[in-house]
């Protein structure tokens, strides 16, 4: 078995809600085991740069603390906090992030990527691998965004009335991120990545696929097809 830590950012006591992460991984790729912990002091996980500063310590010292001795570690957040952090901590160790695993899968499918997320502004790593949006959450055209580039970041969109991970464990966000699945279609996306791993957490990628007629990157199991690869490489 490949042994992987996992790290939540949304502080949560409720076992079924800590672990839904790893028995997704464990499910779809059975030579994964996964231990999750989640930081402390955390009930809306992250979804502002200043939550973010607050965690990144905290996941670093989780990493340091619980997770030193598996063969790999998960930040289990679309915004990839302190996994720069924690690979410095742990030179060696290899660590993922879920923004950086789904971003990086999502060119499988198109060159021309939809974020559908919990934030106005795009996850770090898709900025960084693609650029600025050429829409705004609101849907509204960003004047200083080119298309010109080989890969295109149409848009990060926001669901109506989401503003955090819990936002999207009802009815009324459920039906808000398969508008924004429809509108990122209307916009030109060829494939939608989640920006929240809270989307995973609530199975919405099929739903999605279904409502938009493209295909949907869910960030968790990104991660897992990113800890296949080195396992494959700790076998060979």
Known sequence: MFDIGLIRVLTSSDETLLNAHGALLEKAYPGLRVESRCIPDQPEGIHSPAME???VPKIVELARTAFAHKDMIMVSC??????PQVRAALPGMPVIGAGEAAAALALKHSERIG???ITDKAPKAYIRMFGAPLYDAQGERNADASDAGPCTLVANLRPHGVHSTLDLMDDEGHAACLASARALRDKGAGVIALGCTGMATIGIASAMERASGLPVVDPVLAMG????FEAAKRRL
Do not use: M, Q, R
């Open 53 to 55: 500063a607050h965690a």
């Open 78 to 83: 679309a915004e990839d906090p302190g996994v």
């Open 225 to 228: 097809a990113f800890a296949c």
């Open 115 to 117: 974020i559908v997320g």
